[in-house]
């Protein structure tokens, strides 16, 4: 059974750094292209970032640039969301997901984690 469990989550100061695991099981991780995305209350799901197997990167989200970094453990068979300066407006469930074809097209994800929250507040 494919499966994608996110942890790291937690209640973070304004300002502050964490990183979320993403790891993988049933299934190799590094043949797939792989994204974060995340969902604050009463808001749609929207893209962070997202990586083919050939390390072409897709950002999403302007308000991530140059604070967040995705990156794979192909050994663990892991992936990783680091997310340094957060803000209020970084609060929701955070989820990492894969994609079919080697794609970051949105349209093409084919596996989600449950999620994992993240809480940036003073």
């Known amino acids: 059974q494919r499966q994608l469990v996110e942890s790291g989550g937690g209640l973070v100061q304004p300002g502050g750094s964490l990183r979320l695991s993403c790891a993988a099981s049933?299934?190799?991780?590094?043949?797939?292209?792989i994204g974060w995305f995340r969902q604050a209350s009463g808001k749609e799901r929207e893209g962070i970032l997202c990586?083919?197997?050939?390390?072409?990167?897709?950002n999403y989200s302007d308000s991530v640039r140059g604070r967040f970094s995705l990156s794979r453990d192909d050994a663990k068979n892991a992936m990783y969301l680091r997310m340094n300066s957060l803000k209020p407006e970084d609060t929701g469930v955070y989820y990492c997901a894969t994609f079919l074809y080697n794609s970051c097209s949105r349209q093409e994800i084919d596996l989600w984690g449950q999620g994992t929250q993240v809480t940036v507040s003073s």
């Open positions: 049933g299934f190799p991780l590094r043949i797939y292209a």
């Open positions: 990586t083919t197997v050939n390390d072409d990167f897709r």
